[in-house]
C-alpha cells in the first residue's frame, strides 16, 4: 500500500512545476509569434521594394520605346511654357493618319510632352491637324509615368543627333537614358 501512495504522489505535478511549464510555453509561443510578425513585415517591405523597381523600369522602357518610335523630336524650347510643370528638353511629335470612308485621309499630330510635377514623371499630350507650336497649357493627356523623381537632366546632343536624360529619384539611385535618335530632330532658330 505504500508504494501505491508514493506512486500516485509521484505521477502528478505540483503547482510549481505547473506555472513554470505555461511560462516556458507562454515564451516560445510569444517568440513564435514575434518571429512571425517581423517575417510577415519583412516580406512585404521586400515585396514594396520589388514592386517600386519594377514600375521605375517599366516607366524608363515606357519613355524610351516612345522616344524610339517618335516621327519628330521638336526641342521643348519653341513651346510656350505657361504650366508649373518643367518640361524635359524635348516635345515627341508622330504623325497619326485618321483613315475615313468617304472623305480624304487626314494626317493629324500627336505632340508629347514629359513635366516633371512635385515628385512625379507626368506626360502629356495633345493632338492637332497642323504642325504648329502649341501654348504646353494645352496639352491635356495626363499619365503619370514615375514616382519617386527628386530632379531630372535632359537634354538634346545635336551633333550627335542624341537624347541624354539623368533620373535621380529620392531614396538616392538613378537611372540614365543614352538614345540615338532614329527620328530626325527638329532645328530651327528661334
Known sequence: M????????SSGMT????????SIISII?????SLLFVNNNLLN???????????????IEYLRNEISNSDLIIPSKYFKNSTTMKPLAFVIQKEVYSYRRNSNNKERYNKVIYC?????????SCKSNEFKFENLKI?????????????VNSSID?????????????????????????????????
Open 116 to 124: 516633371v510635377k512635385g515628385d512625379k514623371l507626368i506626360r502629356n
Open 45 to 59: 517591405s521586400i515585396e514594396n521594394s520589388n514592386d517600386e523597381i519594377i514600375n521605375r523600369y517599366y516607366g
Open 158 to 190: 545635336y551633333e550627335s543627333s542624341q537624347i541624354k536624360i539623368k533620373i535621380e529619384f529620392t531614396n538616392g539611385d538613378f537611372a540614365t537614358i543614352n538614345m540615338k535618335l532614329r527620328c530626325e530632330l527638329y532645328e530651327k532658330s528661334i
Open 15 to 22: 503547482q510549481i512545476e505547473l506555472l513554470v511549464g505555461i
Open 29 to 33: 509561443g510569444m517568440a513564435l509569434f
Open 139 to 151: 496639352f491635356s493627356g495626363y499619365s503619370e509615368i514615375l514616382t519617386g523623381v527628386e530632379k
Open 2 to 9: 505504500q508504494n501505491y501512495l508514493q506512486l500516485k504522489k
